[in-house]
C-alpha cells in the first residue's frame, strides 16, 4: 500500500512560475547559480543555494546559508511572489523534453512507510550531503525540493492523469531557458482527490528514482520533530514529505558517462593487452562517436582520437546477478578497478562523470583538450534494473542513472506548519 497526502502547496503567483522555477540545488556550483540568477531575483535558487547571496567564500554549512534561505524564501511568500492555497490538494506535473513528455502526481508520501522500506531506494546517501540538507529543512520549516519518486504503472492511474492533463486548464505552462516545457495543473476536487488515494492503495510500492538525499533528510527532520512532540498524532505535516510520483513507462534513464585522468602508469600496448583479456576491442570507423546500442557493449575513447567498440566476453561477469549484471558494473569490475586502480568511484579523483544530457561530443571534447585521457560511453540503465535492485534490497553503483529533465524546484513547496 502506497500513501498519499495532500497538502496546501506554497506555489508562484500568476505569472510567475517561470521566473521562480529553479533547477535543483546539486546540479550546478555557486558560481554557476550566481550567474543564472544575477539578472532574476525571484529564482528560487535564492532559496535552495542562498550562499549566492552571502560574500563570496562563504562555507556552504555555515548557519548564515540556512538563516539566508529562510529570509529568502519567506520574503518571496511575504512579497505575494509565492502562494498558498486555501485548503489540501493534489497536483499534477508535466515536462516536455525533445517531444517527449512525462506526467507525474504532486502530493506527499509517508515518513513511516520510507522509515518502513515500503519506498524503496537504490544508493546510498553521504552523511555530509544528508546533514546539510536537514538544515536546510528544519531552519525553512518547509521542503522546497521534490522528491523525484516512480512506480510500476497501474492503467486506471495513468489514464485519470491523462484525462486531466487534456481537459483542465493548467495554472502554469511556461519553457525554460533549457528548452523544457513545464505545465502544472491543480487538482482540488474532492472526488478526484479520493479517486487517487485509493488507488495509490493499490501500489504495493513506490522507487526513489532520484533524489536520495532530499529525501532522507526531509524523513529524519521528521523523525526528529515527532520525537520532540509529546502531542504527536501521525497527522503533522512533517510526518510527510514533498514528491512528484511518475509511472514508470513514461520515464527515460540516460547514459552516464565515465573519463579518466591517466592510465594508471599503463603504455597503451601494456593497456590494451589488459582490457582484451575481459573484452572484445573492435576499431569504430564511424566519424560519429561509438553510443552503446545494447547492454554489455561500451564505447572507448582514447588520446588516438578513434572510438573502440568494447564488448564484455561471456563469463566475465554474473548474468543472474541484479547489480553484478549492470554495465556500470561490469566496466568497474573488469577494467576500472582491476586495471585503471580505481577502487572507489564515489571518492577518486581520477575518475570524473558526465551525463547522458552534454552528448558523447564532450567526451571527445575532454580528451583532446588534454584535461582527460579515457573516456567511456555507456548503456542506460532500465528502469527496470532499478527496481529490480531496489526490490533485492541492494544498492547500485555510483553514478549508474541520470534522469531528464530535472524537476524543478520552487514550483511546489511543503510547509511543515
Known sequence: MSLIHPFRAVRPACGKAHLIAALPYDVMNSDEAREMVKDNPLSFLHV?????????????????????????????????????????????????????????????????????????????????????RIKHVDTTNAQTGPIFLTFRTKKEIEERMNAYVKNAPPIYDFVAEDNVRHIAWIIDCEQDIEFFISKFKEVPTLYIADGHHRCASACRVGQQRKEANPNHTGKEEYNFFLCVIFPDTQLEIMDYNRVLKDFNGLNREQFIAKVEEKFIIEEYSNTEPYKPEKPTTFGMYPPCHIWFKLTAKKGTFQEDDPVASLDVSILQNNLLSPILNIGDPRTDKRIDFVGGIRGLKELEKRVKSGEE?????????????????????????????????????????????
Open 48 to 132: 535552495d543555494k542562498s550562499e549566492i547571496d552571502l560574500p563570496v567564500g562563504t562555507e556552504l554549512y555555515d548557519e548564515m546559508v540556512y538563516q539566508k534561505a529562510k529570509e529568502n524564501l519567506y520574503g518571496l511568500i511575504n512579497n505575494g511572489h509565492l502562494i498558498q492555497d486555501d485548503k489540501p490538494c493534489l497536483y499534477l506535473y508535466q515536462q516536455v523534453m525533445d517531444g517527449r513528455a512525462q506526467t507525474g502526481l504532486v502530493c506527499c508520501a509517508s515518513v513511516e512507510e520510507y522509515e518502513k522500506d515500503l519506498i524503496k531506494k537504490h544508493e546510498k546517501t553521504l552523511a555530509r550531503k544528508e546533514a546539510d
Open 373 to 417: 585521457v579515457l573516456a567511456f560511453s555507456m548503456f542506460p540503465t532500465s528502469m527496470e534494473q532499478l527496481m529490480n535492485i531496489a526490490d533485492a534490497g541492494e544498492i547500485m553503483p555510483p553514478k549508474s542513472t541520470w534522469f531528464e529533465p530535472k524537476l524543478r524546484s520552487g514550483l511546489f513547496i511543503h510547509l511543515l506548519e
